[in-house]
C-alpha cells in the first residue's frame, strides 16, 4: 500500500511564495507519476501540475504555468511544488496524488495524500 505524506503550505500574502512537498512510502511502481490537486470551498477539485517520476517530463495547468514548479528527487519519491508570485485565487486545499504510468491531467490517480492548506491573503 503507498502512502503519500504531505508538509508545507500555510498563509502568505499575495504575490509571495510558497512551497509545498509530498513524499511517498512504502512500494512504487517501475514507472510512476506524481501530481498535485487543488481543491477550494464550494468548487471541484482541479488538475494543477504532474510530473513523471522516471523522467521528469512535467505538465501545468494554464492558469499556475509560469507562476509554479512542480520538481522531484527521483530518488527519495518526493515531489514539490514551489508556487510564487501567488493569488488569493489560489487558496485551496492542495493534495498531492501518485498513479502507476505517465502523468495525466485527469484525476486517475491511485493514491491520494491528506491534504494541505494554502491561504492566501490579498
Known amino acids: 500500500q503507498v502512502q503519500l505524506v504531505q508538509s508545507g503550505g500555510g498563509l502568505v500574502q499575495a504575490g509571495g511564495s510558497l512551497t509545498v512537498s509530498c513524499t511517498a512510502s512504502?512500494?512504487?511502481?517501475?514507472?510512476?507519476?506524481m501530481a498535485w490537486f487543488r481543491q477550494a470551498p464550494g468548487k471541484e477539485r482541479e488538475f494543477v501540475a504532474a510530473?513523471?517520476?522516471?523522467?521528469?517530463?512535467?505538465l501545468y495547468a494554464d492558469s499556475v504555468k509560469g507562476r509554479f514548479t512542480i520538481s522531484r528527487e527521483y530518488g527519495k519519491k518526493t515531489v514539490y511544488l514551489q508556487m510564487n508570485s501567488l493569488k488569493p485565487e489560489d487558496t485551496a486545499l492542495y493534495y498531492c496524488a501518485l498513479r502507476p504510468g505517465v502523468p495525466v491531467r485527469t484525476a486517475s490517480y491511485d493514491y491520494w495524500g491528506q491534504g494541505t492548506q494554502v491561504t492566501v491573503s490579498s
Open positions: 510530473i513523471s517520476g522516471n523522467t521528469g517530463i512535467s
Open positions: 512504502a512500494r512504487t511502481f517501475t514507472t510512476y507519476a
